[in-house]
């Protein structure tokens, strides 16, 4: 859900970045009743998008610029 906030609330948290950490974080804050903001760099997926084959899926989703790893399939 999108939505804007006052830049001197100091009650909204901001994450950076959607993935496993991020997301989670966020959901769970939020839950609470926390305001949230989660800022992400990689692409928007629709649910239609998501391919049910996990070496597909990589390709589709992970982020391979050089600039954020290096060497062979590196966790960055």
């Known amino acids: 859900m999108a939505a804007s906030f006052d830049l001197k609330n100091d009650g909204v ?19 609470k009743g926390i305001d949230v903001v989660i800022l992400e760099a990689g692409a928007r997926h629709e649910y239609e998008d998501f391919i049910n084959d996990e070496w597909d899926s990589f390709a589709q989703l992970a982020w391979k610029d ?9 966790v960055a």
């Not at 050089?66 to 590196?74: E, V």
Request: proline share 0%.
């Open 13 to 31: 948290v901001v994450i950076i970045g959607s993935g496993a950490g991020g997301g989670t974080l966020g959901n769970e804050l939020a839950q």
């Open 66 to 74: 050089k600039r954020t790893t290096s060497g062979d399939w590196r």
